[in-house]
C-alpha cells in the first residue's frame, strides 16, 4: 500500500517545520503497517495556480498527481494561519480539483477507493475549522475519510510556542495519529476488497 503526505509549510527546506514533525508521527505509524509513505514539501515545488492537472511547462503537480494516482492514502498536513488552512494548502486543493473531472476506465472517478486524512498544528485556536475545511474539499474530490482521520496540535486560544518548542500536548496529538493511520490503513483495506463502482447514469 502506498500513501502520500503533501506538508503544507509556509517553510521551504533544510528549515524545520512543525506541520512536518507531527505528519512524521502518523507516516511512522503507516510504515509499521506495511504503507510506503512519500512525504512532499509543497512549498519545495513550482506548484501552479489554476485547476488543472497540468499547466504547462515548469509545473512540477503533474508528477505529484502521478504519485496520487499509484496511492490508496493521501494526507494533507497544514499549519493554520489566521484561522484557516495555509495558502499552500489551498493551492493543493484546487489542484486537486481536476480529479473530479477524471475518471478510469470504467467511468469511475479516480479518487474514488482511496482515503484521506488531515494532520493541523499551530498556536492559535481553529484546529477543528481547518480539519472541516480540507476534510470537505478531499469528499467533493471523491476521497473517503474515515472516522477520525485526522490530528492535530496547539495551544491556543491565542499565540503560544510551536509544535517543535513544547511538549505539553504531545501525547495525545501522538496517540490520535496512530488512530488516525490505523483508520486509514483499515478503511483502504476495506476499500481494496469491495471497491466502490462507477456512480449510476
Known amino acids: 500500500m502506498q500513501a502520500v503526505v503533501i506538508n503544507c509549510t509556509l517553510k521551504p527546506s533544510p528549515e524545520p517545520s512543525n506541520t512536518e514533525a507531527l505528519a512524521e508521527v502518523v507516516s511512522a505509524e503507516l510504515r509499521k503497517r506495511d504503507v510506503d509513505v512519500d512525504m512532499i514539501r509543497a512549498v519545495d515545488l513550482d506548484i501552479r495556480p489554476g485547476v488543472q492537472t497540468d499547466m504547462g511547462p515548469g509545473d512540477d503537480w503533474p508528477a505529484v498527481h502521478d504519485k496520487l494516482l499509484r496511492s490508496e492514502i493521501l494526507v494533507i498536513a497544514t499549519p493554520t494561519w489566521v ?19 477524471e475518471t478510469d476506465d470504467t467511468g469511475r ?20 475549522h481547518v480539519i472541516s475545511e480540507v476534510c470537505g474539499a478531499l469528499v467533493d474530490i471523491g476521497y473517503t475519510i474515515p472516522g477520525q482521520a485526522w490530528t492535530y496540535w496547539h495551544l491556543g486560544p491565542g499565540a503560544g510556542p510551536d509544535y517543535l518548542d513544547d511538549a505539553r500536548g504531545h501525547e495525545w496529538s501522538h496517540k490520535t495519529a496512530r488512530a488516525m493511520a490505523a483508520n486509514l490503513v483499515a478503511v483502504a483495506q476495506a476499500l481494496a476488497a469491495r471497491p466502490m463502482t462507477a456512480p449510476p447514469e
Open 83 to 101: 484561522g484557516h488552512p495555509s495558502s499552500l494548502a489551498q493551492r493543493v486543493i484546487e489542484r486537486l480539483d481536476a480529479m473530479i473531472s
Open 109 to 128: 472517478p479516480v479518487a474514488y477507493n482511496r482515503v484521506a486524512g488531515v494532520v493541523n498544528t499551530g498556536n492559535e485556536d481553529g484546529a477543528h
